[in-house]
């Protein structure tokens, strides 16, 4: 298979997004993925040793062992299963097979241990009801919001691909009941029951994973009201648990999902080795088991081609930038992902402000750039012209509307056009084609959407 961006390498690295709407599949080499921000996924990882198994074994001789395979007393596999399905099934594998598997760990991870969390733990923020992308704050200008996602499995129990969707279906519900009051007036969903396009919507607007939106059946879903907070479960992981909140703030973020994170520890404890940290499903997510990013608009070190450079400068450091929504392969209304991806070797307090001051520097450097570039008639132009185009189009494509939203919030951040940022933030993640589809409940003709979308951005932007 070809990479979808070069056309030319071989495609090693499987990214699910939401392209269109609906949940697909994009394949990368791995020169793209690296260059695109996705090359901590190690996706395109495989067992060294998967060559010599995939080879029909030559009969080997067990006799003088007595016949007996080692195999892992929780989910029954062999080391041989595990190369053959490139995936430990278990937490316990990782313990059981640590000799053969810590080789390949190091290999992704350096030799570097699991630190972790320091035990006084941050506040939760207090929820105020407010979507997180509708948050004004000091960051606004270039912050959407930062967003935490914990990934963790329950002790003891195997892997949900290796869980019949019945059993996950039980496992999810026995979490939500350790989660008990924190997750009162959640919606539950079963992905598998909602239509897809609203299942892509919550990933459009970052409240799920994209990987979520093509969970596996028996998968269960649920979130607060004002879509802080989330929780995934049994898709390949037992749970992940993701929480949102407007500006630059991860930290609090992070408060709030590990609050309940510990809610769940403490009913079924969570399988977390000294060395490794976490163990979860895939090897690149052992550590801390955090992603912590943060959402930002680049509109002006994006257009003057700037992010490249920064992308591999903040590479070798841990933190990645990459597309936020769509394929993946573009950006999309100049919307990016910032996150931190080192999660061994440091604690989750510096992996968090970490990222917190990249991000700091990012923003002195889009804000130093965007005020000089904004008193250019060309920018002012442009800035007009989108104006004109979102107040008067008749037919608005998701591609469009983001591209002419992104100029009037780079108008708006530099005071040269009066719109509210956190109302045009609320526009690019509600009204990507999913979402329009949900917010009609069915899934429209490409024509009836754009008609929809053209007509909700006039409303909300130009009221009469
Ligand atoms: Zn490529
Ligand atoms: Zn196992």
Redesign the pocket.
Known sequence: ML?Q??H??DAGVHLRRIINGEAAEVH??A??ARALGYGNLFSGFAFPFAARAAQPLAGPDFSALGNRVVRCEVCGLSFEDIVRASRPGCPNCYRVFGDKLNPVIRKMHGRAKYQPAPKTAAPVPPADGEKWYKTASEHGDIVLGSIVTLTANVDGLPFPARLTPVQRNTLGRRILSALGEKTAGFTMADPARLYPYEVAALAERGLITPEFASSADGSLLAFSPDERLCVMLCDEDHIKIRAAVGGLAPEKAFAMAADLRAAVNAAMPLAVSPELGYLNQSPADLGTGCVPAVIVHLPVLSRTGKIPALSSIMGKLGVTIAPFGGSGLNVVGDLYRVSNTVALGLDVTEALSNLKSFCLQLETRERAAAEAYVRGLAAQDRISRAVSVLSGAKLLTANEMSEMLSWIRLGAARGQCEFNLPTINELMLTLQPAGVNTLAGQKLPHEQRDEMRAAIVRKTLFPA
């Open positions: 990479c961006n070069c030319t390498k990368l080499c020169d793209c």
